[in-house]
């Protein structure tokens, strides 16, 4: 049994003096695949490199994330069109809107995730989606671009459930994080994600963001790691009223398709 966590940010700085041992720890914990998260044009390029070091076990997406949105000019929209054509790269993204902290305007958010729908819509590369205090904006975008979209998935949902019913009118993928395991704010995730079918459910850490607050034994770093995943697995299957070799199957064929890379949980294998 091996599951894919498919919103890492590797690049982040907590991670640079031990990335090796930070993967090595998630193979020994199952996680076999991680997708790199590209949240500018820096991280995107570092994304690629690490990707080039761990063949094997990384791929990455690449984009300006809203809270960079500012940083999504010619010469660095141009040098991330190249990113695209790479083949470590599985997806435009991390993107969308986010006017909880407006880091960048929601004017500069709203016209740079309209640039990544329409490169999406002229690669056929699938996106990787943000959405945070922003979703009647986001959803009239993506709904006005959904027909030319190969897939895509709005990573660490956190809404509520008329949210979520409209993000799967739309046919879109889910990814869910540990937030499911904060008491404080995630309960209602319990009950909603067993309205996401199973071949649009992808789960994530977010690391090194978002570390499961029930863990049984927490780091005494803070940091989240990938390596944690099989909780998170555990937590949502709970919730589901499923086993976790089930859920952590279902998943893993979710994303190996989503994100176009060999599912090793296959039978054929």
Known sequence: MQLTDIGVNLTDKRFVSDTGAVIG??????????????????????????????????????????????QNEPLAWQDLQTLWQLPQVRAIGETGLDFNRNFSTPQTQLDSFECHLQAAAKTG???????????AEFLELVNSYRHQLSAAVLHCFTGQRQFLDCLLDLDLHIGITGWICDERRGRHLHELVGRIPSDRLML???APYLTPRNL???????????????HILNTIAACRGESPSLLAGSSQATAAKFFGFENINSPTQ
Do not use: I, W
Request: one cysteine or more; glycine letters at 6%; charged letters at 20%.
């Open 25 to 70: 720890r998630a193979e020994a914990a199952g996680v076999s695949k991680m997708v790199v998260t590209g949240a500018n044009l820096s991280s995107s390029q570092q994304a690629v490199d690490l990707c080039r070091q761990f063949p094997s076990q990384l791929v990455c997406t690449a984009g300006f994330h809203p809270h960079y949105a500012d």
């Open 125 to 135: 590369l699938p996106m990787f989606l943000h959405a945070r205090d922003a979703e």
């Open 204 to 206: 994530e850490t977010d």
């Open 216 to 230: 049984p034994v927490k780091p005494k770093s803070g940091r989240n790691e990938p390596a944690f995943l099989p």
